[in-house]
C-alpha cells in the first residue's frame, strides 16, 4: 500500500474491486476496471508518470476515484 496523497482513492478502489469479486454476482470487468485504476494511481504516485496526454487512464482513475486529477503544470 502507498503513503501518498493518492493513498485512501486506491485503497477504496481495491476495496471496491474486492467486494464485487466476491459477490455472486460481480463481473471480471468491473472487478479488473477498478483493480487497473488503482494500478495507474499507484503508479502514477510512486513514479510520477503523467496521465495528462493518457485521457483514457486519466478518466477512467477519475470516473472511478471519484475525485479529479490535476494536470501536472496545474
Known amino acids: 500500500m502507498t503513503s501518498n496523497a493518492h493513498a485512501a482513492i486506491i485503497s477504496n478502489l481495491r476495496k471496491i474491486a474486492e467486494r464485487n469479486e466476491a ?3 460481480g463481473r471480471k470487468i468491473e472487478w479488473l ?3 487497473v485504476a488503482a494500478d495507474l494511481l499507484e503508479i502514477h504516485d510512486a513514479t510520477g508518470i503523467s496521465l495528462d496526454n493518457w ?9 472511478l476515484g471519484g475525485v479529479p486529477i490535476l494536470e501536472n503544470d496545474v
Open 33 to 35: 476496471a477498478y483493480q
Open 55 to 63: 485521457a483514457s487512464a486519466r478518466e477512467l482513475c477519475e470516473f
Open 23 to 25: 459477490s455472486p454476482n
